[in-house]
């Protein structure tokens, strides 16, 4: 095969793991304006509420190494596939539980899902990125946000006029026709995974537990905001339900504009310098769009705020994951195992903590301490120096 039909390949791989991202965050962009109709219509709580998101999380991390497992043996095209296939289902899974006990089976069914084929579709695009000696990941994150942005900003007006049901059903269609069209592209790795694996021990450095940390922290705000923000406008500030599912669509929206300019603001200031403004813009957008209730400032300023958060937000995690993948001394894989799974423990966990801490103090206060962490990154930043390199191609 000669070098321009290789090129070629990659190029539609490209497109067909943005795809992927895509899909991955427009199930999960929808799953947000369900959350007041899911509360409702089940009679929960905060606190159960809480408990449910936190399947949702546990399934996640459940399936996570599950993923690299299989990636090790398959390569992440065919486990792409196989979590993509099954996932575009999970959405409508949780809008027909009937009761808490159906609703708890789906919601870890929904998260591990949505972790396994997140893993793979990261994997994929480290494949797309050495196949076409560049970097790609700021930008498919892109379209996971721009997926998230569509998922919620589209999800409130359908679950308005058509009901829960339909509009999981709708979003599932959408899903599957978009994975059908995707995944003949998908690449295969030119190194097998499997030779980046090495058994089960982790890695002795401390450096790269504390890039973890720093993508864990890096990742909250956004799990906050998907699982809670909805909740947050409707019940502190009085929102419409078509209006309160506009929280995580803007935020999500603003992250993916600026993941898709990310590139090339990294290759000119930085990592560390990008890093640094970006978590001070995430904190100034998180702390108004908490003070919002107390100064009567209303849920259209407290939207802006957070998709301004969302601008702050947008390049922090591809950063963290660069900088995990590239420890020195240690496999690239390996880094990046270690990273990822602290990174998305912030995601997938941390909102069902806000959760029980919401039920006793409100959503403000909680919003205030989460502007807090964002500080903490900021003066992490200096950590971040590894994720500056040069791509190479594949060999």
């Not at 959350?35 to 809480?50: E, M, Y």
């Not at 809670?228 to 929280?247: D, H, K, M, V």
């Not at 939207?303 to 993948?325: R, T």
Request: net charge positive; charged share 10%.
């Amino acid at each position: 095969m000669d070098a321009s039909s290789v090129k070629d390949i990659a190029v539609r791989g490209r497109w067909a793991v943005a795809t992927m991202f895509f899909i991955n965050g427009f199930l999960t962009g929808s799953w947000a304006p369900q959350i007041p109709v899911f509360v409702s219509r089940l009679d929960i709580s905060k606190f159960t509420l809480g408990l449910l998101i936190l399947l949702f999380g546990i399934g996640a991390l459940t399936f996570m190494p599950l993923s690299g497992y299989l990636m090790s043996r398959y390569g992440s095209r065919a486990v792409l596939r196989g979590f993509a296939s099954v996932c575009v289902f999970g959405l409508l899974l949780v809008a027909l539980a009937s009761n808490v006990l159906l609703a708890a089976g789906a919601m870890f069914l929904f998260g591990g899902l949505i972790g396994g084929m997140d893993v793979a579709m990261n994997a994929n695009a480290v494949a797309v990125e050495r196949q076409l000696s560049r970097a790609v990941m700021s930008s498919s994150h892109g379209f996971w946000s721009l997926g998230g942005f569509a998922g919620g900003g589209l999800g409130g007006l359908a679950i308005q006029n058509f009901g829960p049901v339909a509009h999981a059903a709708g979003v599932t269609l959408v899903a599957l026709v978009l994975l059908l069209a995707a995944a003949r592209h998908l690449i295969v790795e030119r190194k097998p995974a499997a030779q980046e694996h090495h058994g089960f021990a982790l890695p002795r450095s401390a450096g790269v537990y504390l890039v973890g940390l720093l993508a864990l922290l890096s990742m909250i705000p956004e799990g906050a905001i998907l699982d809670w923000s909805a909740l947050y406008l409707r019940q502190e500030l009085g929102a419409e339900l078509a209006t309160a599912g506009l929280a995580f669509a803007f935020f999500s929206g603003a992250m993916a504009l600026m993941r898709f300019a990310g590139d090339g603001v990294r290759n000119r200031f930085g990592a560390v310098k990008t890093l640094r403004l970006s978590s001070l813009i995430a904190a100034c957008g998180m702390l108004v769009a908490a003070i919002s209730p107390w100064w009567g400032l209303g849920s259209g300023l407290a939207i802006a705020a957070f998709a301004f958060c969302g601008l702050g937000v947008a390049n922090m995690v591809p950063i963290a994951f660069s900088a995990g993948g590239n420890q020195p001394g240690m496999a690239s894989g390996t880094g990046m195992s270690v990273v990822t799974t602290m990174g998305y423990s912030g995601i997938l966990m941390a909102p069902s903590a806000i959760g029980f801490a919401a039920e006793h103090v409100g959503f403000s206060p909680v919003f205030v301490a989460l502007a807090g962490f964002q500080m903490v990154v900021c003066l992490m930043a200096g950590l971040a120096h590894t994720a500056d390199f040069a791509a190479q191609p594949a060999e």
